[in-house]
């Protein structure tokens, strides 16, 4: 009897009955396919891949070439699939078979045109953004991170997003469409839009805030904060101390660049299609000047030449410039308030006699002051005056002469003028009382206004609109031209002791605003500040008025 051969270790049975070598090759087999499954996924992850077809090559992929996605400072760029496929490998998977749709729509002709492209955008997009918005922009955040970002080294009005975006749970696409591509953020419908971009309060981080430096070493962070709180008290004695009665050397001034503001309404600046700063300025209650007042300098010249995506302008006059930067300086004597501007004029443009709004008066000074009483005046100052039904703007009823106004004097204001409604409330006046009630308790703007060629003074104030036919005893101006400069001085009293005139106490800090009208213009056609923060003998006032 022979003896059965020894089955060699290769064609021993094992687990299942499977031999090794069976084993060995079913092993070998998967990793060639596996290999050759993600090799093959990760060559649609390319940027050639990705713009293989013209509609990608000729519209989105050109698009993408102008942003710092593309090329930046830095040389770190992100291509398709960094922004548009998932990292985690289930989740990669699924977005590959979800691309497979719009494979389709090329092989069926749905985008295979970049026309066809075009008119789908739209689609294509909200698709985008509801998925990003779902991972609470995952791939956004593979490469930033909001705790991570240097407030230092960013803008305030950046620094001061991302920090509400950490406390209030907004993500990354909330305010970044249209980042890497054209921006069509302006096709979605308000309903869309807010829905889209409403807080998540699951993402909210109310004690996060952004990276610093300082925060690295807290003991020198806070001597650094004492010493700085100690530097500004020393300036503000010293200035005090050097100040000499009428002598307006001595008082170390503030600029303040005012900026032309087209038709951009308080009911603009609250709504989040036209103005990306709504949310903050609605829900969390921030100034205009903590975002704008570093970048005022710039923001008057996309406006005034009518070439701002937003802010509209449709009568932009030639030659017009888009700020103005004005030096302010502010002293007071107990009993009296003391200011002077000085700016130059428009660089000696000559105004033609028949485009002269205003012949008489080259230039006018207009200014405003308010408690936080006055709802908006603390975040927006002038602009909580100005309404998009008023004279020149958008939506001015036909007929009807509209001042400036305050919310107080009114039951509603229509903000975002859905349904072909009329933004603004010019109709929706308060009772007689609830109006003489706002006046009793000083919720006012009280403004003064100068003209340079009449040398007219004006006081008045705005409630329900706004009237100039008050007491001007108490303020008097005094205006100098001289090689292209303007200078202007202003004092008014801190009590007149007349009800439509708003009472200065030393010991409070003011809303203050105010506007330049130039090159003899008249109406809108003017260039406005922010609102700052007036104070006396307080080194913490934007605007601190030192003692004579």
């Known amino acids: 009897m022979s003896i059965p051969e020894k089955p060699s270790i290769f064609s021993r049975r094992l687990i299942l009955n499977t031999s090794l070598g069976g084993g060995l090759v079913f092993a070998i087999f998967g990793i060639i396919f596996w290999g050759g499954f993600n090799t ?5 992850n390319t940027l050639e891949f990705c713009i293989s077809c013209h509609e990608m090559e000729e519209n989105v992929y050109k698009e993408y070439q102008k942003t710092a996605h593309y090329a930046n400072r830095t040389g770190v760029r992100a291509t398709c699939s960094d922004c548009h496929v998932p990292d985690p490998w ?3 998977v699924a977005r590959k078979i979800q691309a497979s749709r719009e494979v389709l729509g090329k092989i069926t002709g749905v985008i295979d045109t970049p026309e066809k492209f075009e008119n789908n955008r739209l689609r294509l997009a909200k698709n985008v953004w509801h998925a990003m918005k779902e ?17 230092d080294l960013q803008k305030p009005r950046a620094m001061n997003q991302h920090t509400n975006a950490l406390k209030m749970g907004q993500t990354c696409i909330d305010c970044h469409k249209g980042i890497a591509h054209k921006n069509i953020r302006k096709l979605l419908s308000d309903e869309e839009r807010e829905s889209l971009e409403a807080p998540d309060e699951s993402l909210a981080r109310p004690n996060a805030k952004l990276f610093q430096l300082s925060d690295l070493d ?4 806070a001597a650094a904060k004492e010493a700085a709180a100690k530097a500004a008290a020393e300036i503000a004695a010293k200035a005090a101390a050097s100040a000499k009665t009428g002598d307006w050397a001595t008082i170390t001034g503030r600029e303040i660049h005012l900026i032309y503001p087209g038709q951009t309404s308080l009911e603009w600046v609250m709504n989040g299609k036209d ?21 005022a300098k710039d923001m008057g010249d996309r406006i005034v030449g009518g070439k701002h995506e937003k802010a509209a302008e449709p009568t932009p006059i030639s030659g017009k410039r888009g700020g103005i930067p004005v030096m302010v300086k502010a002293a007071h004597d107990g009993e009296n308030l003391y200011m002077q501007f000085s700016w130059h004029d428009a660089n000696g443009v000559l105004v033609e006699d028949s485009k002269r709004m205003d012949p008489e008066n080259p230039i006018k000074l207009a200014m405003m002051f308010a408690t936080d009483d006055v709802e908006y005046a603390a975040q927006a100052g002038c602009w909580g005056s100005c309404h998009h ?8 009823p036909e007929g009807v002469d509209v001042t400036k106004y305050i919310k107080e004097s009114r039951t509603k204001i229509e903000v975002k003028g ?3 409604k009329m933004r603004g409330g010019w109709d929706k006046l308060r009772k007689p009382e609830e109006i003489q009630s706002a006046l009793d308790a000083k919720k006012i703007m009280d403004l003064v206004r100068y003209s340079g060629g009449s040398h007219k003074v004006e006081d008045g104030m705005i409630l329900s609109n706004r009237k100039m036919d008050g007491d001007s005893s108490d303020v008097e101006f005094k205006s100098e031209y001289s090689n292209g400069m303007w200078t202007i001085n202003m004092s008014r009293k801190l009590n007149s002791g007349t009800t439509d005139d708003l009472t200065l106490a030393q010991d409070k800090l003011y809303n203050f605003g105010f506007a330049i009208h130039d090159d003899y213009t008249n109406g809108r056609f003017h260039h406005v500040s922010f609102g700052y923060k007036l104070g006396f003998d307080n080194p913490k006032a934007e605007i601190n008025a030192v003692k004579w």
């Open 40 to 44: 093959a996924m990760e060559v649609t």
């Open 90 to 92: 289930i989740h990669k």
């Open 135 to 151: 991972t609470d922009s995952r791939e956004c955040r593979n490469c930033h991170d909001l705790e991570a970002m240097n407030a």
């Open 218 to 221: 807290q003991a020198a962070a």
């Open 275 to 295: 103005h990306g700063g709504a949310l903050p300025f609605v829900k969390g209650g921030d100034r205009c000047f903590t975002c704008h007042d570093k970048e």
């Open 389 to 396: 039904d008023a004279n020149g703007m958008p939506h001015q």
């Open 418 to 420: 859905r349904r072909g």
